[in-house]
């Protein structure tokens, strides 16, 4: 009870440093704790770089991780929601959902962190309404060491799908970080022998999550760079293509931002695909971790950043197709996951 209190209250007190930092009005400016979830993800994402030994040294067992179940919220109000549960994380697995408003863990008030830090491996009730005039509910769920990078890698995984249409399939996956070139291997990997190699179209979702992704990932859709076929006496033909060519869309929101919206721009001006969704972030400039005191860590715009001559930050990417899809209490659906699913079968309808 004690450890919440001072949760909430570290938590009330980054608040107001942040609302302080808005005012510079730029992206990649945010002052975290060790009481945010995201402080955890950010560290992992440069743990591997300069400030890797300084990072590594702040967990006892040298390497970035706390304990969780695998959710994302939000104050929406002064009242937390979930605003992402991550594919295969102990919160998906108990079905915690999007929208949902907690209401308490164990009976005491939510913390990001303080909820679960002591909880690992053991049965954790919280309790969550669907609805604004609805009865509580509770949901027991059993938090888990998290491994930031990992984690979400794993999750990516997890996400992959095949959605059938007609005869025809719709392969997904979601791209929950795209900060190190293991989740883009990991994409092509499961295109190209692996998960989602029999679907007819793609959906890559993008939204929220960290972005970092490479323009050259974008080569992926290139459908100019040419195919091999080899014909021998002794094999089967063999094919040598490592380009996706066939119908391909991408989901994005205000929560794509950084690499991810680089991504979004190039693939919406070189007509890759349609890209469905709600305007992105418009935080497209380079940032720094500086780590202050023994919990702390303040994220700084360091550098202005150009996309083909091109200012994104504060700007954002427009869909080609909008759909809303508001926080709290919001339906078990996902309205716009439904349209990119609607619009990819119309592609290879059209192909018939």
């Known amino acids: 009870s004690e450890k919440i209190k001072l949760a909430e209250s ?96 164990n009976d005491q008030p939510f913390s990001p962190v303080g909820s679960f830090a002591n909880e ?29 990078q990992n984690f979400l890698l794993d999750a990516m995984v997890k996400s992959m799908r095949l959605v059938p249409v007609g005869d025809k399939s719709v392969g997904y996956v979601r791209i929950w970080s795209y900060a190190g070139e293991q ?35 974008l080569n992926l859709f290139n459908r100019q760079v040419p195919q091999l076929r080899m014909r021998t006496r002794e094999r089967d033909d063999l094919y040598f293509d490592s380009q996706w060519r066939k119908p391909v869309c991408i989901l994005v929101n205000g929560g794509t931002k950084s690499g991810k919206e680089v991504l979004a721009y190039g693939f919406k001006k070189h007509g890759f695909g349609k890209i469905v969704g709600a305007r992105t972030a418009g935080a497209v400039v380079g940032g720094s971790p ?28 427009e869909p080609d197709v909008t759909v809303e899809f508001p926080l709290p209490f919001c339906a078990a659906e996902d309205p716009q996951l439904s349209q990119a699913i609607e619009l990819m079968a119309a592609e290879l309808a059209e192909e018939k």
């Open 183 to 217: 989740f883009h291997h990991q994409l092509k990997q499961a295109l190209f022998g692996g998960e989602l190699e029999d679907a007819d179209a793609l959906i890559i979702d993008l939204r929220d999550g960290w972005g970092g992704a490479s323009p050259e990932y």
């Open 120 to 148: 690992i491996g053991k049965p954790t009730t919280i309790s969550v309404m669907t609805t604004a005039d609805g009865e509580p509910q509770s949901i027991v769920v059993t938090p888990c060491e998290i491994h930031p």
């Open 10 to 105: 570290v938590t009330s007190a980054t608040d107001t440093i942040n609302e302080a930092l808005q005012q510079l009005q730029t992206s990649h400016t945010v002052f975290y704790t060790s009481e945010d979830v995201d402080y955890y993800f950010l560290l992992d994402i440069f743990s591997s770089g300069p400030a890797g030994d300084e990072i590594r040294a702040r967990f006892p067992m040298g390497y970035v991780s706390f304990v969780g179940i695998g959710i994302f919220t939000k104050k929406v109000d002064g009242e937390w929601f979930i605003e992402n549960v991550v594919d295969g994380g102990p919160g998906a697995i108990a079905g915690l959902r999007r929208g949902m408003k907690i209401v308490s863990v």
């Open 290 to 317: 500086f780590l202050i005191g023994k919990e702390a860590v303040l994220y700084l715009a360091v550098s202005g950043i150009e996309v083909d001559g091109e200012m994104l930050e504060g700007i954002g990417i």
